[in-house]
Nanobody, 119 residues
């Protein structure tokens, strides 16, 4: 069984910064892509940033230049540094990872962490 546990959400003023982290644990053979999605109530989940096992990254246009994704393969952790936050960044943020376990390869999701940008 594989679990993803997120941390680091909260309330921040516009222009501020937050750092989200997510750690995968359990019966893990290999971790491929890891990343972050965000979703507001009643809206579709959208990709924020993704990073491959080799370190290649992909960002949503709306966060390029402000957010930075990184990973520590030794610790099975992916992080999202969010700078210059805007009110429109307010959302639930969800970590995901494509993981091979004893039973095969599939996507796993964290429980979500709320980010609220407000003065």
């Amino acid at each position: 069984q594989v679990q993803l546990v997120e941390s680091g959400g909260g309330l921040v003023q516009p222009g501020g910064s937050l750092r989200l982290s997510c750690t995968a644990s359990g019966s893990i053979v290999s971790i491929y892509a890891m990343g972050w999605f965000r979703q507001a109530p009643g809206k579709q989940r959208e990709l924020v940033a993704q990073i491959t096992s080799g370190g290649s990254t992909n960002y949503a246009d709306s966060v390029k230049g402000r957010f930075t994704i990184s990973r520590d393969n030794a610790k099975n952790t992916v992080s999202l540094q969010m700078n210059s936050l805007k009110a429109e960044d307010t959302d639930g943020y969800y970590c995901y990872a494509n993981i091979r376990g004893p039973g095969g390869r599939q996507d796993y999701w964290g429980q979500g962490t709320q980010v609220t940008v407000s003065s």
